[in-house]
């Protein structure tokens, strides 16, 4: 099925392998992986971030085979979690940064039509957290204060 602003497919990438197992090389148990977690989030990186340090730097194949939580659960389990979703997060900087181009070119209308499909997108994305409890139903995307979110 096709993406839904784009003509492309978008089947091509890595995937994970089928079996959830943990390997035998790994050297970090569910506990350290978790204290690693815990200490990459004091120094400021996102969830995703977390986990592309745990793969490339501690060689942690999968976070969630490993310690059967995800990383943003691990975090909600330790009440640190962000009051608003990374995907979210990175929409609404997505938005300032258009906005921000549109304000010195008033004619870019390739902007224009971004603005308004990123826009869609963050209005998509709050109606399903709310939806799935991750944000409080009276939350509303207003553009006058979204440089405050981020």
Same mark, same amino acid.
Request: a positive charge.
């Given at each position: 099925?096709?993406?839904?602003?784009? =003509?492309? %497919? =978008?089947?091509?990438?890595?995937?994970?392998?089928? &079996?959830?197992?943990?390997?035998?090389?790994?050297?970090?148990?569910? $506990?350290?992986?978790?204290?690693?977690?815990? &200490? !990459?989030?004091?120094?400021?990186?996102?969830?995703?971030?977390? =986990?592309?340090?745990?793969?490339?730097?501690?060689?942690?194949?999968?976070?969630k085979t490993?310690?059967?939580?995800?990383?943003?659960?691990? !975090?909600?389990?330790k009440k640190?979690?962000?009051?608003?979703?990374?995907?979210?997060?990175?929409?609404?900087? *997505?938005?300032?940064?258009? *906005? *921000?181009?549109?304000?010195?070119?008033?004619?870019?209308?390739?902007?224009?039509?971004?603005?308004?499909?990123?826009?869609?997108?963050?209005?998509?994305?709050? $109606?399903?957290? %709310?939806?799935? *409890?991750?944000?409080?139903?009276?939350?509303?995307?207003?553009v006058s204060?979204? &440089?405050?979110?981020?």
């Amino acid at each position: 099925m096709a993406k839904k602003y784009s =003509g492309s %497919k =978008g089947i091509a990438g890595s995937k994970k392998p089928i &079996k959830k197992v943990v390997p035998s090389w790994n050297r970090y148990g569910a $506990k350290e992986v978790e204290m690693l977690i815990m &200490k !990459l989030h004091k120094e400021g990186q996102a969830p995703s971030q977390i =986990g592309l340090h745990l793969r490339d730097v501690y060689g942690v194949p999968d976070v969630k085979t490993l310690c059967s939580k995800s990383i943003t659960q691990i !975090l909600a389990d330790k009440k640190v979690q962000s009051p608003l979703p990374e995907d979210l997060q990175a929409m609404i900087k *997505k938005l300032i940064m258009i *906005k *921000k181009h549109l304000e010195e070119n008033k004619q870019d209308e390739v902007a224009k039509r971004g603005l308004m499909i990123t826009e869609s997108k963050v209005q998509r994305l709050a $109606k399903y957290y %709310k939806r799935t *409890k991750r944000l409080p139903q009276d939350w509303k995307y207003d553009v006058s204060k979204a &440089k405050l979110y981020v």
